[in-house]
């Protein structure tokens, strides 16, 4: 019997060592700090790891000495969460910050329960401290991160918005809320309170979009009106993506953006363009009467003076007339913007040979500058559109005597037209001053004129290539540009060529013109 208990004793003792060497080696792995207290919540024996951290001697630690290795703003909430824990025989869980060895601060997740005995009663506490500093810096960088968002939405007047189409719950984000009148947080928002912001008159356009979206699995993105809850209407921009998961529609992302300022903004420009299509367009007329007057005068008294043989006459006359014919293209050209931008110009549009066309205009252009060198390209079989004839012209008048104008110390111009992927093609080019490629976006606005190009030497308003593309455009063409400072430009535009069951009943032999 003796023999036996030795050896079941022995045994005891052996699970017990080994059992220690587990923990040890459970705490080393974990890199965890172990610690012991009273049932008192003291510490009455040595806490190896804690000393190896903090640097705490044994005796320092003694106590509640080891309290003071912790932040000094973190002291008292510890010390009094402990007091609580060891008066309600609780679990003692708590983050603070602790001063290592090297005196620098790190944070630790401190956990630990009681041990009891077989009555009941505590014979000590245990527990661990873990550091997560780590995870405290990932917090608070996730937090910055959320407050930036935040306050770029609030700034941006954007807020986002997630749908679980499943337990139809909405999640809004800050902004979302004020966008739609409430203060965030206000209450916990679904589908129906969504639709409920949305202004009566729109909401089955907005179920539409949505319904869209669920059934072609595409995005959506619309305008609406949102109606707040003191009666403002507020105007929104919103964008919607469906995410599915096994083929069924899960939930939904999206954006609200404000853009109620943008839509006033833009009703005042579109009022502000209106008064001045109306001003441009009452003026236009007035003016034209006057002016019409002064060219038929001056053609009487240009006739006149010829007649008689007063050359002397005859010559300021003739600048009269061609200062008068510039006024008149002025006030045209003015018409033609008010009538581009309020949609009421009018196009007489048949099938025509843009060839013969151009051929015409080629003819004007010579006459009037017989110094210039104007080189022409132009296929002898028939290019077919269908256009404005008069119109047409205008644009491939004005792209001529752009060329004229800008093309420096070399007199010579060059007028293509051809085929290409089914469009004919118009291009005029020259070897002057050239466009900075900088300004090459802006070249088709209204009033545009280059910085390279001196009103004391290039006259005009910038009005004749807004028009040209206006004119093309309505056309079904478009207008380009290729240039390079100091080295010319080519101005083209691109019609729709006409297909062949559109063709006039001609003879392309007798309508072709010109060579290559």
């Known amino acids: 019997m003796v023999a036996d208990n030795r050896g079941e004793h022995g045994r005891a003792e052996e699970d017990l060592r080994r059992s220690e060497q587990r923990y040890r080696s459970l705490v080393e792995a974990t890199s965890q700090i172990v610690w012991t207290a009273t049932t008192e919540g003291l510490v009455e024996t040595d806490l190896p790891t804690w000393r190896a951290y903090t640097g705490q001697t044994e005796d320092e630690i003694q106590g509640t000495g080891w309290l003071d290795a912790l932040h000094p703003d973190d002291r008292k909430r510890t010390a009094t969460v402990w007091e609580n824990v060891v008066a309600t025989r609780s679990v003692y869980d708590i983050e603070y910050r602790l001063r290592g060895k090297d005196g620098n601060y790190r944070h630790f997740a401190a956990r630990g329960v009681p041990v009891l005995e077989e009555d009941g009663n505590i014979r000590e506490r245990i527990g661990t401290c873990t550091d997560i500093t780590k995870r405290k810096e990932a917090e608070e960088e996730l937090r910055r991160s959320e407050a930036i968002l935040a306050a770029a939405q609030r700034i941006a007047h954007l807020g986002s918005w997630e749908w679980d189409i499943i337990r139809d719950e909405e999640r809004w984000s800050d902004e979302v809320y004020r966008l739609f009148g409430y203060q965030p947080g206000e209450h916990r928002p679904n589908y129906e309170a969504f639709l409920n912001a949305v202004h009566p008159e729109d909401r089955e356009q907005v179920k539409l979009a949505v319904q869209a979206a669920l059934r072609d699995r595409a995005p959506y993105s619309l305008d609406h009106r949102v109606l707040l809850p003191d009666g403002e209407v507020r105007h929104v921009h919103e964008e919607g993506e469906v995410v599915f998961e096994g ?261 392309d032999s007798a309508e072709g013109s010109g060579g290559e």
Not at 286 to 309: D, F, H, M, W
Request: glycine letters at 8%; charged letters at 25%; a neutral charge.
């Open 247 to 507: 083929g069924k529609p899960v939930r939904m992302v999206g954006t609200v953006h404000d853009i109620t300022d943008r839509r006033l903004a833009e009703e005042q420009v579109r009022q502000a363009l209106r008064l001045r299509n109306e001003f441009l367009s009452v003026a236009s007329h007035e003016l034209k009467t006057p002016v019409t007057l002064l060219k038929g005068y001056s053609q009487i008294l240009t006739s006149k003076a010829r007649q008689k043989g007063d050359q002397e006459m005859v010559k300021p006359l003739e600048i009269i007339d061609r200062q008068v014919n510039r006024m008149a293209q002025l006030i045209e050209d003015l018409l033609d913007i008010s009538r581009i931008e309020s949609g009421k110009m009018p196009f007489d549009m048949a099938p025509l040979d843009l060839g013969a066309v151009t051929e015409e205009v080629i003819g004007e252009v010579r006459a009037s500058y017989p110094d210039f060198e104007l080189r022409t390209h132009i296929p002898t079989a028939s290019v077919w559109v269908r256009g404005d004839k008069l119109r047409l012209q205008q644009v491939i008048t004005n792209l001529l005597l752009n060329a004229v104008k800008y093309s420096g110390g070399f007199r010579e111009v060059d007028l293509r037209l051809c085929r290409e992927d089914g469009q004919a093609v118009v291009s005029v080019s020259d070897r002057g001053i050239g466009i900075p490629v900088e300004q090459q976006p802006q070249v088709f606005e209204l009033y545009f004129r280059g910085a390279n190009a001196p009103t004391n030497n290039y006259g005009g308003l910038g009005l004749g290539l807004y028009i040209s593309r206006g004119i093309v455009e309505r056309h079904g063409g478009a207008m380009r540009l290729v240039s390079e400072v100091g080295k010319g430009s080519t101005f083209s535009f691109t019609l729709p060529l006409l297909d062949s069951e559109s063709l006039p009943a001609v003879n």
